[in-house]
């Protein structure tokens, strides 16, 4: 946790900040076509600038006042889908004009309330639960939670999050498979034939002067590189008009001036701010939908402070950390719903596995990370130029970290006795139904009529919601059909060992800044307070009950894996 040199500090946090660039700005052009925005670019630039922005502020507050280990925080899957579900219902589907550019006036009053009625249900949605997040960690009720939920739970609902958004990723990668197929392709060459070729570089140090280092760009931009390169072809096709000029015909999506002139008309300059989009409004059914996703969210949180502990070399994660890290991801949820993005916030995977390539596990690192998104956040053009992003690039990077995630998802089997028929029947029942009955309902919109709308529309987002029910499915079958703990994957959890090379602390890792801790320390009631640093014992006793608390916290299955989910691994 030694702060390297400011230079390096800021390169490092560039780093962090290409890696998670992908996901920030791939939800909210998802979430635009629920929203009936596709054809409002300046708009979609403005969901990515205050994604940046809350991104940048969660970050800041959970390195200060939660985990305190070097996570980014960000967007996060595991609420799109209970979203694009609620959106997609028959009540909520955009009006056919708004699927029209021509017919779409960005400034029409009629048009800026059909988009922001569907914003502020989903800000309310939101808001509401990330309350459930933030009892779960600041009660310590997560610990509790965390002894029910197996791999045979877990594995379903992560796979889900990418299996369900198939059908967006092939809608932007089929309006031009070329293209979508080079995007693909090159990501994949990156990332998995070349990460480790290093490209030399020229540096100049006062001890070596000017000399040459290895760099391993590949390895950590993979995305990035691929979509740039990807953009710059569909640039060049464009301009020689090899790309058809037709909106109705094949092909038109990938060129780069669909969009016409949005990054000049964008502001330089630009301000999010809670309730921009007006006074948020709550839906049951959007809520209970949300609260799945949050779920979802919090049990890869958990994996992640884990694994970011193991490779950053600090002392094993005590139970008042993790219940301060969900605590404080709730809070940030609840801020980012407030704000308007449309989704809440989460630990990123893809950043922890950042921390593991470096080998650098600096909380100042992070902190810069955040400064740079919030100065992201207030420029409006750099939010503008991200939405000329070609429709089959999107697809193509699409193709590549929704099925990432699914094999991620599935990876938590490793520890599961899969040779049982027990976990067979578990595992395949639940992925099978969560495919089949959203497909069912899809096709079927009217069938279900309690005769009360509000039990109608609960029903239409959670059986919509893939993860809600192959997580139900796999968590209720896991605990009542008889088995092991060894064959459950429950026996071998993994024991998360920090590098003894660089153990500080656990007192000095994980205690609230500005002397917080030691004052409250002074007070006997704090012991009883599960999100406050425990006083008072003994070093060992502490070292002792830090280990346990992590064994007994940790996710089972194999937690390592959680550090790919959302993007393609570094």
Known sequence: MDVPPWYLCIFLAFQHNLTAIGALVTI?????????????????????????????????????????????????????????????????????????????NASSPVFIDVWQSRMRTLQGAIMVASVLQIVVGFTGFIGFLMRFIGPLTIAPTVSLIGLSLYNSAGMKAGSHWGVSAMTVVLITLFSQYLRKVPVPIPVYSKAKKLHVTKFYMFQIMPILLGIGISWLVCYLLTIYDRLPADPERYGYLARTDVKGDVVGRAPWLTLAYPGQWGTPTVSLAAV???????????LESVGDYHTCARLSGAPPLPKHAINRGIGIEGVCSLITGAFGTGNGTTSFSENVAAVGVTKVGSRMVIF?????????????????????????????????????ITAAGISNLQSVDMNSSRNIFVFGFSMFSAIM???????????????????????????????????????????????????????TGNKVEPDSSNILGTDEVYDLPFGISSRLSSYPWVRYVPFCPQRGRSSNKRAEGDASSQRSNQLPGNTELSVIINQVNL
């Open 28 to 104: 909210p052009l998802i979430l635009s076509e629920g929203l009936c925005l596709q054809h409002d670019s300046l708009t979609q630039g403005r969901l990515i600038n205050t994604i940046f922005l809350v991104s940048g502020l969660s970050t800041l507050l959970q390195i200060t006042l939660g985990v305190r280990l070097p996570i980014l925080q960000g967007g996060t899957f595991a609420l799109m889908s209970p979203a694009m579900a609620f959106l997609s219902m028959p009540e909520r589907q955009c009006p056919a004009w708004t699927q029209n550019a021509t017919l779409v």
């Open 368 to 404: 810069v990370s955040g400064i740079i998104m919030i100065l992201l956040g207030f420029l409006g053009k750099i939010g503008a130029v991200f939405t000329t992003i070609p429709t089959p690039v999107v697809g193509g990077m699409l193709i590549i970290m929704f099925g990432v």
């Open 437 to 491: 009955i959203p497909n069912w309902m899809m096709k079927n919109p009217d069938f279900i009529d309690t005769g009360v709308v509000e039990v109608d529309q609960v029903l239409q987002v959670l059986l919509n919601t893939p993860m809600f029910i192959g997580g139900v499915l796999g968590f209720v079958l896991d605990n009542t059909i008889p088995g092991t703990k060894r064959e459950r994957g429950l026996a």
């Open 288 to 298: 209970l939908g949300m609260m799945a996703g949050i779920i979802c969210s919090m």
